[in-house]
């Protein structure tokens, strides 16, 4: 259930970059913020609906005929990817809007981030 999270956050905040760069042509700084704040508040949306679909998981691997004994293990792997939804919707959203103000290199910082969220979340 994380990766479908993961698709439908990236899906929706990759739209961010084609909005975003229609409103910074016009040079309308104002909407592009109203977007990004949009989009990550959907995008925060998306990754708790995803998220929550986890609590069921065991359950449906069970529906769909895996052995109960491998559903069991699941869910101790399946957590982290679901709460690390919620750093990567803001950091696809920061990533998508960087991109459409022409900050070259918008990759670094992900990557930074998502350094800096991964040991905020393991520790």
Request: hydrophobic fraction near 50%; glycine fraction near 6%; proline fraction near 4%.
């Amino acid at each position: 259930m994380s990766i479908t999270g993961y698709v439908m956050i990236y899906g929706f905040t990759s739209a961010l970059a084609t909005i975003s760069s229609h409103e910074s042509g016009k040079g309308n700084s104002r909407e592009i913020g109203i977007q990004l704040h949009q989009c990550i508040f959907f995008s925060l949306i998306l990754a708790a609906f995803a998220g929550s679909l986890n609590f069921w998981v065991k359950d449906m691997l069970i529906l769909t005929g895996q052995p109960e004994d491998v559903a069991e293990l699941v869910p101790g792997y399946v957590w982290p990817m679901a709460i690390s939804l919620f750093p990567f919707s803001l950091i696809a959203s920061a990533v998508n809007y960087l991109d459409a103000q022409q900050i070259f290199d918008p990759a670094s910082y992900s990557t930074l981030l998502s350094f800096v969220f991964r040991f905020l979340v393991c520790l």
